[in-house]
């Protein structure tokens, strides 16, 4: 069945599920409106999903629980709209509507976790995994808001913005032991307590939570690959450091591929005033080492990983002086470096005399803190026309060095190459006015103004208007735009086999979407349309022959240290196009719960060449998920099914070595049964007691982002 004809048959399903719930009792209209989710990650203001600015997703603690979902790319691939993940066995790579850039490390995806940017300046990255260290146990919710995302957020929002909001102590008290283990491959423990004191006279609220995961596995067997002679010595291509395989690459792969993640989060509230602060450590090898130039290395070598560490701080206070205006203000401070460790025992990887093994190592460091200032002015205050402005002032320290040496005696083989040591200030300025002349009308516009050392000024507006077309039925058309700045290894990465850079220009991304909504007792129908144009996308582009001789008569490179050669350059557009379709609700009181959402969407990128124009390796042009669940009330046990679908889409690298056929990954489901409930004895949390899977109807006190 064509992507069309799927899309067809949903609709047809969405349209008998309308006929014979179209005549629910007004009390379900009351019980929907009380089940509406609210965000705040939109435009800094509590709102329901149908009235925010953006397409927003608001995935709750008992949603997350109800569906076993273990980590939060599980959450976004089954939980979430428009969002989709690839996990290439390390950080995984997040797309939204059509688009997934593999090997981005999610640096299009802005995340969050309670208000706290969590993407590093110097490649960009976020860890949407296990990596990131924050315990899903003590997660409440998980905003996910789709398209171009920089009027409130900067940099990086390009795809949307994934905001994770943390548990207080009062929805969390006592203590929290947690252990689950996955035979042969994994385990994990975590430990939380919530405690509520006074403090100088006002309550206060205080969370610490540890988690820690090691995954060991499973084992890989690669066929094998006869890679030839070593063209610098003329013989089979050592790939162990004891020469004991040779010539062909393959094997059991059992040493590299494991995960090691402790984290610790602590979140202190006082009546307006929060203090957080996240610690973790993330390492982890898997079969094929290097995930930004894919050097090779030796074949399952433990000694093959990479390791972030992370120290951040977030102090923030909020002010109400009136009615009308409200002040927000947050201090951060932010550390976080990154180790890449090598070893390549090829004689063309390690061209030394008397040097048999190089052992490769990348260092990369960076510290930013800034302030963030924001006013909010409800004019009327009924929240009909209210104005917020905000300044976003950041200093950031960035380093990276590469360096080879001779594993065997540790004597330095070549200079230290891509060293980076700089200093950079950033300013974002945004302005956003929201308003609702009438009980059907809605709107927001807005824009934000980021001015760096390294990049020309980028302006980012968005524009968004809702309107009521009938009882239930809502419409929404949004413009936005959005950009990322060249990262700080993008813009000075020069080592082997890269050469450095020339100017960068930010990427930039515009979309135009509508939505349509229909709501009708406990239950809701949407649709959508969306367009989005991506320009300067920033990749390594395959140097040609005469761009390697030109290059190294210009003494950029030295072309006898490499037969491929790469060059960061603004080299790819993305248009991209499609449609959403899908439905939630209950039945029998919030016993019984549904929900489903699909999205198709054609993305073509073309290159500088004309004509090259080609689909994006690895990005599904459909995919979805859909849900069922049903409570028995009372002790007894809540049953639920949940399960994605993923069309085939061309496999990672499939137009590199002009292949035919085109390589494909085929398509997939994924399904997943829990039985979940109290056990005999024990006492319910306060979010468990009574609780049918209800989402939230009041505004959280802070928006935050998560990401396991």
Known sequence: ??????????????????????????????????????????????ETTASAPATVTVVTAEELRRYGILTLDQALDFLSRGVTTGNPLHQVDVGARGVLLTKDQ???????????????????????????????????????????????????????????????????????????????????????????????????ELV?????????GPA?????????????????????????????????????????????????????????????SYKRAWPFFDVRTRTATTLNDPDNYERDRSLRFDLSHRLVLSPIVSLYGRLYADGWDNLQNGIDARAGGCVYPGTSTCHNVSVGLARWG?????????????????????????RIQVGHKYDQSDLDTGKPLISSASVIDAWDSTLGAYLQQAFRPSARVDGNVGA????????HPVVSPRAAVGFGLWRGGALKVIYAEAFRAPTWYERGAKELGVQGAGELAPERVRAVEADLEHRFGTHRLFFGAFFSRFRDLIAPHVLTRDEILAAAARGEIDALRGRVWRQYRNVDTIDDYGGEIGADGSFLGGALRYGLAF??????????????????????????????????????????????????????RAYDGGFTPLPMAPAFVELRFTVTGKIPGSRASPTERGSTGSRPIAAPTSSVPSSP
């Open 448 to 455: 934000r103004l980021d001015v760096g050392e390294q990049y």
């Open 208 to 216: 610490v939570q540890l988690d820690g995961t090691y995954q060991y």
């Open 106 to 204: 999610g640096n299009h995806f802005l995340l969050l976790v309670n208000g706290h940017a969590m993407n590093e300046p110097l490649f960009g990255s976020a860890r949407f995994e296990r990596g990131l260290g924050i315990s899903l146990e003590e997660v409440d919710h998980i905003e996910v808001m789709v398209g171009p995302s920089s009027v409130l957020y900067g940099s990086n929002a390009m795809l949307g913005v994934v905001n994770v909001i943390t548990k207080r102590a009062k929805d969390y008290g006592g203590p929290h032991l947690v252990a689950e283990a996955e035979p042969g491959k994994s385990w994990r423990a975590a430990a939380g307590i919530g405690l509520t004191f006074g403090l100088f006279g006002k309550p206060t």
């Open 599 to 652: 999205t198709s969407a054609l993305a073509l990128r073309s290159g500088t060449a004309p004509g090259d124009s080609q689909t994006l390796p690895v990005a599904p042009h459909l995919f979805g998920n859909a849900r069922l669940s049903y409570s028995l009330g009372g002790n007894l046990p809540t049953f639920a099914l949940v399960g994605r679908y993923v069309s085939d889409r061309p496999a990672d």
């Open 370 to 394: 800034g302030v963030e200032l924001r006013g909010a002015f409800d004019w009327r205050a009924d929240g009909a026309y209210v104005t917020t402005l905000g300044l976003d002032a950041r």
């Open 220 to 280: 890989f067997t690669v066929g094998p690959q006869d890679l030839g002679l070593d063209l610098a010595s003329g013989k089979p291509i050592r790939w162990k450091r004891d020469g004991s395989i040779a010539g062909v690459w393959g094997g059991a792969i059992d040493d590299q591929h494991y995960a090691i993640v402790p984290g610790l989060h602590v979140r202190l509230v006082r009546g307006g005033t929060e203090l957080n602060v996240f610690a973790s």
């Open 1 to 46: 069945m064509t992507a069309r004809g799927r899309i067809a048959v949903g609709a047809a399903v969405l349209a008998c599920l309308y006929a014979t719930t179209a005549h629910a009792e007004d009390t379900s209209d009351l019980e929907g409106t009380l089940d509406t989710p609210v965000t705040t990650t939109a435009s800094h203001a509590a």
